[in-house]
């Protein structure tokens, strides 16, 4: 899997996943396991739905 999530976009994701699991466990609900899905594209740097759309926001560094 090559990256496709930038830096940015890595933390946003990290941080809106964790406080829709925060708020589901808070409230406990069930819609709070929604929050994985963000948590884990920003954890692995890759977005399946970004591949199939073809964005990339992962800079590329130079060797």
């Given at each position: 899997m090559k990256?496709?999530?930038?830096?940015?976009?890595?933390?946003?994701?990290?941080?809106?996943?964790?406080?829709?699991?925060?708020?589901?466990?808070?409230?406990?609900?069930?819609w709070g396991l929604i929050g994985i899905a963000p948590i884990v594209t920003g954890v692995t740097?890759?977005?399946?739905l970004n591949a199939a759309l073809g964005i990339s926001n992962c800079k590329e560094l130079s060797k």
């Amino acid at each position: 899997m090559k990256c496709n999530v930038g830096d940015r976009e890595q933390v946003l994701r990290i941080g809106i996943g964790s406080a829709i699991v925060l708020a589901g466990a808070y409230y406990k609900k069930w819609w709070g396991l929604i929050g994985i899905a963000p948590i884990v594209t920003g954890v692995t740097r890759y977005c399946p739905l970004n591949a199939a759309l073809g964005i990339s926001n992962c800079k590329e560094l130079s060797k």
